[in-house]
């Protein structure tokens, strides 16, 4: 099993749907998450953390479910500038202080006129 | 405030060429990464550096050395190139930042450097 696991795509969707994407991971023991978005010949970027009780940057919302080992990401009223990869990333920091950052693959998403 | 910049942006090596990737960061992180991103394969960590003075291998070294010259720099070298090392190579750095949650490690990335091995 992956330790990140991301259905990679493509989403296609129409302007103002909203779509979600999901991320399981493998290592109950990890301790922080991220959404990061990736332009076509970019690189990564932050998009948002993603804490236990959800949280909410305007039409993004992320939510963690320790128990299931996933992570969320929901998009309202999709925007065609919302056209992107999105990664999940999972970190596991360790006693020393190191963290071990693992990536998913990526979720397409084509958001069409 | 330039964040992480990587040079050079593009490269065109025969097989056996060698040459180093630079990157340098800004922001005072400890932390800085290579990664390498071929399509279908996501980000695969090359070598890491938790601190100045310390280096250590990622998920695929084979091929590579690094150098984390100081605080601010941290070099990667293919000595001898092949074309599987035809790839999108980026940098990152990381620092640690309090949230509200949990001590949070984001990273930041630079540009990259695409790589081309004939």
């Known amino acids: 099993r992956k330790e990140v696991e991301q259905d990679p795509g493509p989403f296609n969707v129409p302007e103002g749907a909203t779509v979600a994407f999901n991320c399981t991971y493998s290592?109950?023991?990890?301790?922080?998450f991220f959404w990061y978005r990736q332009d076509c010949r970019k690189e990564p970027k932050l998009l948002m953390s993603?804490?236990?009780s959800g949280n909410e940057d305007g039409r993004f919302t992320a939510q963690l479910n320790r128990a299931s080992q996933y992570i969320s990401l929901l998009i309202r009223d999709s925007k065609l500038s919302d056209s992107a990869t999105y990664l999940c990333?999972?970190?596991?920091?360790?006693?020393?202080?190191?963290?071990?950052?693992?990536f998913g693959i990526g979720t397409k998403l084509q958001v069409i006129p | 405030n330039a964040g992480v910049t990587q040079t050079p942006k593009f490269q065109v090596l025969k097989t056996g060429q060698s040459m180093t990737l630079q990157c340098a960061q800004d922001m005072n992180h400890n932390s800085m990464y290579w990664y390498r991103q071929d399509p279908g394969m996501g980000l695969r960590l090359i070598y890491y550096s938790a601190s100045e003075g310390t280096t250590d291998k990622g998920e695929v070294p084979n091929g590579y050395n690094v150098s984390r010259l100081n605080k601010r720099e941290f070099s990667l070298r293919l000595e001898s190139a092949a074309p599987s090392q035809t790839s999108v190579y980026f940098c990152?750095?990381?620092?640690?930042?309090?949230?509200?949650?949990?001590?949070?490690?984001?990273?930041?990335f630079g540009p990259g450097t695409r790589l081309t091995v004939t």
């Open positions: 290592n109950s023991a990890s301790q922080s």
């Open positions: 990333v999972v970190n596991f920091i360790h006693s020393g202080g190191y963290q071990k950052v693992t």
């Open positions: 993603v804490y236990s």
């Open positions: 990152a750095s990381s620092g640690k930042r309090t949230s509200v949650e949990f001590p949070s490690y984001e990273q930041y």
